[in-house]
Structure formats: C-alpha cells, structure tokens
C-alpha cells in the first residue's frame, strides 16, 4: 500500500489580522506540538497575515499556505500576488481555485489552470479544489462536473509536474452550511478521483495522490471522514479558526 500522509489543512479566508493570526499561530504551534509526524498541518491565512505566521511557525512542522495566486511571474496586475512573492513570504502551498473564488470571482478551470502551472513551476504544492453545487448533485451530475474541473484544470500537465499535488474536493453545498458530506459519500466521490487520475496519467500516481475533503468538517466528523480509505486528509475552514478547535481535528486519531 502507497503510504499517503494525512494532511489537516485549514484555510482561514478572509479572517484574522496579521497580529490575530500570528496569535492563533502561536497558540496552534503549540497544541499541535505532540502531534508526531503521521500528521501534516498547513495553515492558510490572508496574504497580509503570512510574514507574520511564518515567524510563529519557526522550530514548527507546520506548514504555511496562501489562498491563491497569479500565473503571471511580475507586471501589471493590481490585487494579484506572484508564485515567488508567496515563496519568499514562507509558503509552500498555495490553494488554488477554491470554490468561493469559482462563484465570486469569476475562476474558471482555464484560470484555476493557469495558477496551478505556475504554482508548479514555483516549486508551490498546489492544493486544487474541486467541488460540484447542490443543484448539480441532485441533478445526477456530481461526477461529470468534477470530471470537468479535474481534467480542464489540469490539461497538458504531465505526470512529472504533478509530483506535489493536493486534491481537494470541497462539495459546494457543504461548504459554511453545517452539512458535511456523509463519510460515504466523500468516500464515493473519492475513490472515483482517484480512478480518474489513474486513467488519466497512471495508477501509481492516483495511489501517491492525496485528496482531502472540505466542507463542514469538525471535530464531530473528522475521524469518521478521516477513516474512509481514499479520504487523506481534510481541507477545513471554520473550525480551523480557532486554535484549539484545529488542533482537536490535527487530532482526529485521539
Ligand atoms: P467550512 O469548513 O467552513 O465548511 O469551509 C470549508 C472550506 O471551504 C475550506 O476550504
């Protein structure tokens, strides 16, 4: 069996000053110590708060990532932020087409494309997000859409450049609402990425490949989602805010 390592994301969105975050940093840094290394953290604060985090997670395994970033390398691109910005900032993940930038932001898989090459070529471990709506579920079409945004964004990439990929399948109407996929149904969704990505490229990828699942996910549900074989770890947003929420779910195993 493929040794995938468990990776409990949170992502903090649009939450937290810089000295809030570094706060919450510190604090986490520190119920997390004991965690052991069959466990990867990363946290993913607002760009004006990394510099700060980054300073708090020194002599920490934990790992710092960015919410997005620009394909381009530099230029004129006001609000945009470089893949090298990033890397000098201390991150090494950035997520990448988050389904709160799809609907409000106007990402597209052509663009969410555009980022994850440049993420790549960076050095970046993107962390791609994928997730269908509420209405696309009860429509029959959850896995053509996630089909769609799976293969779309990630045309033309070849096996070499997916060597630190992260999936993320973050079902839409899970997302902020309370209602978590069950763990069957995220198992379910899984399994058939992981045979996407097998037929896409090949199976010793898929089996490397970790997917994470986001939407909802708290300590109530983190260990039944996290006992699912194709569920590698978890992609959270609100409960990740609150340091000793986030270290119960770092935590999934006690
Ligand atoms: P919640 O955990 O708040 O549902 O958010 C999930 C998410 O969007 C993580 O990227």
Not at 25 to 44: F, K, P, S
Not at 132 to 140: I, K, L, M, Y
Request: include cysteine; glycine fraction near 8%.
């Amino acid at each position: 069996m493929p040794s995938r390592k468990p990776l409990i994301a949170g992502n903090w969105k649009m939450h937290k000053t810089g000295t809030e975050a570094a706060l919450a940093a510190r604090q986490l840094t520190a119920l997390t110590a004991d965690a052991g290394d069959d466990v990867e953290v990363m946290i993913a604060p607002t760009f004006t708060a990394l510099s700060q985090v980054k300073a708090e997670l020194a002599g920490s395994t934990i790992e710092l990532g960015a919410q997005n970033l620009h394909w381009e390398e530099k230029g004129a691109f006001t609000g945009e932020i470089a893949a090298d910005m990033l890397i000098d900032a201390g991150c090494t993940y950035v997520i990448i087409g988050h389904s709160e930038r799809r609907q409000f932001f106007g990402e597209t898989d052509q663009t969410v494309n555009k980022r994850t090459r440049a993420a790549v070529n960076a050095g970046l471990r993107p962390v791609l997000c994928i997730g269908e709506s509420e209405v696309e579920r009860d429509a029959g079409q959850t896995f053509s859409v996630l089909d769609k945004q799976l293969q779309n964004g990630l045309e033309s990439f070849v096996l070499q450049d997916l060597q630190r990929l992260v999936i993320a399948y973050e079902p839409v109407w899970a997302i902020g609402t309370g209602k978590t996929a069950t763990s069957e149904q995220a198992q379910q969704v899984h399994a058939h990425l992981r045979k996407q990505l097998a037929s896409l490229w090949d199976d010793e990828f898929a089996q490397q490949l970790r997917i994470l699942y986001g939407g909802s996910v708290k300590p109530s549900n983190v260990a039944e989602l996290m006992a699912m074989p194709d569920v590698d770890g978890a992609l959270v947003g609100g409960a990740s805010l609150d340091p000793e929420t986030f270290s119960q779910l770092v935590h999934y195993k006690k």
